[in-house]
């Protein structure tokens, strides 16, 4: 950077969807064949279409994944749609370096950020535009789309926390987000 320029950011948010525009974003993308093992209703998931888009993820990684001290932004699209009676969710992680906290907040759409501590207690928090979460280091996070729209969420966490998906994959969450009598419910 040169001393005393004023410089345009090198990165963008549009207004409405917060999708990310510019420099280093990288995206991702989950069809329901990449989420084998994670709904309950098997015969349901086997019905639908392999390659149904479930969720994408923007994020921009302005430094190395690892790097202590710097922050990463991201944008997730969680699609509406059920595998059964269970609403189409992401994967869900907690941090590799666990006591890394992040926030999540809400953009569009109506959703459940679904958390889990150490000692395997699950709650939620309902998502929708301004909803904000902070989401404490040790605790795994998941986010179900419950609405009829998309379901658009922001994201920050520390460039430092990493991902361990091996514990909610093999162990899942202690508890389901499943629509009883309409309603979304933890079981
Ligand atoms: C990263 C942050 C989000 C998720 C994204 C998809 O720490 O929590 O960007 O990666 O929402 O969820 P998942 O569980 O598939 O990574
Ligand atoms: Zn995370």
Redesign the pocket.
Known sequence: MENKKIYDPSIKIKPESWHLEGEGVVEST?LLRQLEGVFADVDAFKKLHPDTLV?N?Q?HLPVKEGTPGGL?F?T?VIQPGKVGNEYFM????F?ATADRA?Y?WGVQGEGMLILMDADRNTWAEKMYPGSLHYIPGGVA???ANTGKTPLI?G?S?PSD?G?N?AEIDNNGFSARLLEIDGKPSLI
């Not at 992401?90 to 992680?93: A, C, E, F, Q, S």
């Open positions: 989950k969720y993820v994020a990463f991201g997730t992401t994967r869900g992680h941090h992040e999540y996070h998941r986010v969420f994201a966490w926390a991902h998906y």
